[in-house]
């Protein structure tokens, strides 16, 4: 009797398992951040303010904390699971006045 239950019970539990890692289930893309282009990062001038490149470039998702001067726009996308793409804008201010930028872009956008 006892076996008789815990062999369909097993059964299902290896079922249960294998659904959760088969291949082929659809795996959404999940995109984060904001989408900075080029063309965006050409628009940025001396004569900006923080809140002229925020309305450019959108609110940024960090503002660091030992350097208040600076801002960080980040976007990372994620295609059916896979290898996670990451994006990397940090702006710097003098004087609440656009000073420069350091990037690390994709080669290609994955949401346009």
């Known amino acids: 009797m ?3 239950f815990i062999l369909p019970v097993l059964a299902l539990v290896a079922a249960l398992q294998a ?3 088969f291949p082929g289930v659809y795996r959404i893309d999940v995109q984060q951040g904001n989408i900075i282009d080029h063309e965006d990062l050409s628009a940025l ?3 900006m303010t923080r809140a002229d490149v925020q309305d450019l470039l959108g609110t940024p998702i960090t503002v660091s904390a030992f350097n208040p ?3 960080h726009y980040l976007y990372t ?3 059916n699971g896979g290898e ?3 994006q990397r804008v940090t702006i710097h201010y003098e004087n609440n006045r656009y000073l420069r930028h350091e990037t690390k872009l994709l080669d290609e956008t994955p949401a346009n």
Do not use: H, L, M, V
């Open 2 to 4: 006892q076996k008789a």
């Open 84 to 86: 996670i793409k990451r």
């Open 45 to 47: 001038g001396p004569t």
């Open 19 to 21: 659904g959760c890692s």
């Open 77 to 79: 996308f994620q295609e």
């Open 69 to 71: 001067d600076r801002e």
